[in-house]
């Protein structure tokens, strides 16, 4: 086997101090037959075995490292054959690792004290076509750990290094691209990554090999790729908020958030921050965003809105194939909009399930966290971790409520509605023979106004028309704004910091109202949420909730080119907005595509189609369970990343 080709380049950090400097690596980049890596700077283990092995190939490749693979196995008849079909399955299963890792083999027996392997390896061997050598070993020490099966880089003095494949930020959801610090610290701590990949997709974001990991009860969520929007704190990094000046302004967290933490815990491998939009309000794109550029959705022709405030989630996870979760936050829509226009799984979970510890507050009486990815599984498990102790039903109701549903039997005149009408449809037939009942509208406006507790309130569309836009604004001067603006002034002699136009005009909005408005809008949501579980629905001890809802938010085609009206605060109330004021979860489960004529690309692309599932507070495990079996059942499936929710290349996009 004709060594690979590799290219080398050293990342490291001088930090100055009074009288002496220390040199000291933050990592190494390499391109391994034109595929980048990133090589942490401090070792996983050392292993002597393969001291003689990497010497002998460091004449051939640059700063002595060489591409080498660990096989971990605990059966005593492992063999050759055992071996081909174990490194296929790494070459069907990762993304890391690669033939060019075969130079040389670590077979490592794990197995019980007293046994060994029964076949005796040779030194070298054709493996998947390659010409690689074989060293046979077994860890038995307490002190010395088997080591994960994957790809590695070996130096010289049999130094093992654990690969990270680099991946370009293409839709430019990343604002801070991580790796572990190299001094561990209880709860976990991170670096920025200090590299970049080739071209103008910058920075580059390392994910290590998934063959490191295996889920266990303790790690249900053991290798599982995740980015947190950068709202939430994360040890070691600043947060922005979206915001350049209170990134600037804050140092480094010394903390995890609490739901950072309850994902690390699990077992989830963070790589990175992702975008919000500033301060977590609503914004569009092109118009709104300043301070930073809002990512891309590649959805469709690639120019659609990414919605808000969780854009670079919703981006991300439906852009890039290497990422298998992230962590958002939903005030008023904030995760549920990006999963509807990026076409994957989100939710807006009941409000309180998790305390929103070391996370950026919009408004305490509406904020909550969930998370968006492509797999209902993942989703799941998730869940289970963020909402520790939440219930998981096997039952569910059988009272299915559409709101604002199509009309079976009546087709819309535009295409794009009539197909997107037809695919919400199809999956509600699916899903009423699945729950083995027949779903019914329901008018809430009109039963508000029939049972209304008083009979002189007005409709809901004027009762709650502005206790969101009040909330959020009076909450946010008091909790965000009045500190920052404090801070920065004694930072800089007085000045105010820039903030994006959105944000200006809903505290203003916040400014312009006495103090006992906010008072008004906590009783205003707190009538309707009292209300709703009078009259909407109520928990039952077999299904959780004795009603399931279903709502759909249809196609929707928002081009980011566009320019809009100076930003408004956010009056109005509608169907999304039922489970913010009620406190009930809200899911986002993705269906179909439908198909429209883009004026950007004078083509016909496709874009998401998705509906809304919500059930009484509390009830949340109760839909991810039935999200499971419906997709167990092949009523739902995984969306994949890239152009249409079947993959493809996005378009515009660079490698």
């Not at 494949?165 to 976990?188: C, K, N, W």
């Not at 909730?545 to 009206?565: A, E, H, K, M, Q």
Request: hydrophobic share 40%.
């Amino acid at each position: 086997m004709s060594p690979p080709f590799i290219l080398f380049s050293i990342v490291s950090a001088i930090l100055l101090g009074f009288t002496l400097a220390n040199l000291v690596s933050e990592g190494s980049t390499v391109s391994l037959n034109g595929i980048p890596y990133y090589i942490p700077g401090t070792p996983y283990a050392s292993e002597p075995r393969f001291k003689v092995r990497a010497s002998g190939h460091s004449t051939n490749v640059l700063g002595g490292l060489v591409p080498v693979t660990v096989v971990a196995t605990s059966s005593v008849n492992f063999n050759l054959v055992e071996l081909q079909k174990t490194l296929k399955g790494f070459e069907e299963s990762d993304d890391v690792w690669q033939a060019a890792f075969l130079s040389a083999i670590l077979v490592e027996f794990t197995g019980a004290a007293g046994l060994g392997l029964n076949f005796v390896f040779p030194k070298s061997a054709t493996v998947l076509g390659a010409e690689a050598r074989i060293i046979s070993i077994r860890y038995s020490s307490a002190s010395r750990p088997p080591l994960p099966s994957g790809p590695y880089f070996v130096s010289p003095n049999g130094d093992l290094f654990q690969s990270y494949r680099l991946y370009g930020d293409i839709a430019g959801a990343f604002t801070q691209p991580l790796s572990p610090a190299a001094v561990a610290v209880e709860g976990g701590s991170y670096v920025a990554l200090p590299v970049t990949v080739p071209g103008i997709d910058s920075p580059g974001v390392a994910v290590p090999s998934r063959l490191y990991y295996t889920k266990t009860a303790e790690k249900p969520l053991a290798g599982v790729r995740t980015a947190i929007k950068d709202i939430y704190d994360i040890a070691g990094v600043r947060t922005s908020d979206g915001n350049r000046a209170y990134y600037g302004l804050y140092p480094p967290r010394t903390k995890n958030a609490l739901t950072v933490q309850r994902l690390i815990d699990a077992g989830a491998v963070l790589v990175g921050k992702i975008e919000t939009s500033q301060f977590a309000n609503g914004e569009r794109a092109t118009a709104d965003w300043v301070d930073y550029h809002s990512p891309f959705n590649p959805r469709g022709d690639g120019y659609q809105e990414p919605s808000s405030s969780s854009s670079g989630a919703g981006s991300a996870i439906a852009s890039y194939p290497w990422l298998d979760l992230a962590l958002g936050s939903d005030t008023g829509g904030s995760i549920r909009g990006p999963s509807q226009v990026s076409g994957v799984y989100g939710n807006r979970p009941s409000h309180g399930l998790v305390p929103l510890t070391g996370a950026m507050p919009l408004a305490p009486q509406l904020d909550t966290a969930g998370v968006l990815t492509r797999d209902p599984i993942i989703w799941a498990a998730a869940a289970k971790v963020l909402y520790a102790g939440l219930p998981f039903y096997k039952k569910y109701p059988k009272k299915l409520k559409t709101i604002s549903f199509p009309t079976p039997g009546i087709v819309s005149k535009d295409p794009v509605v009539a197909e997107s009408d037809a695919i919400v449809l199809s999956f509600l037939a699916k899903l009423e023979a699945f729950l083995a009942t027949k779903a019914t509208a329901l008018n809430y406006t009109e039963l508000w106004q029939q049972t209304k507790p008083d009979p002189n309130l007005p409709s809901l569309a004027i009762l709650l028309n502005r206790t969101y836009p009040t909330l959020i604004s009076k909450e946010q001067t008091k909790n965000v704004r009045t500190p920052f603006f404090a801070d920065y002034a004694a930072a800089h002699d007085g000045r105010r910091p820039f903030v994006d136009p959105v944000p200006l005009v809903r505290w203003a909005f916040g400014d312009s109202l006495p103090a006992s408005e906010l008072d008004v809008a906590v009783a205003n949501k707190t009538l309707f949420k009292n209300w709703w579980e009078t009259h909407i629905v109520s928990n039952d001890s077999v299904t959780c909730s004795d009603s399931l809802f279903v709502y759909t938010s249809g196609v929707n085609i928002y081009y980011r080119n566009t320019y809009i009206p100076i930003p408004i605060p956010p009056f109005g109330f509608g169907d999304d907005q039922i489970s913010i004021f009620a406190e009930i979860p809200d899911v986002v489960v993705p269906l179909g595509e439908a198909a429209y004529n883009s004026n950007i690309t004078l083509h016909s692309e496709v874009l998401p189609v998705s509906v809304d599932l919500m059930a009484a507070r509390g009830c949340d495990g109760m839909i991810f369970q039935l999200v499971e079996d419906l997709y167990a059942a092949g009523i739902v499936s995984k969306p994949l990343a890239g152009r249409t929710r079947e993959g493809g290349e996005i378009l515009l996009r660079r490698d």
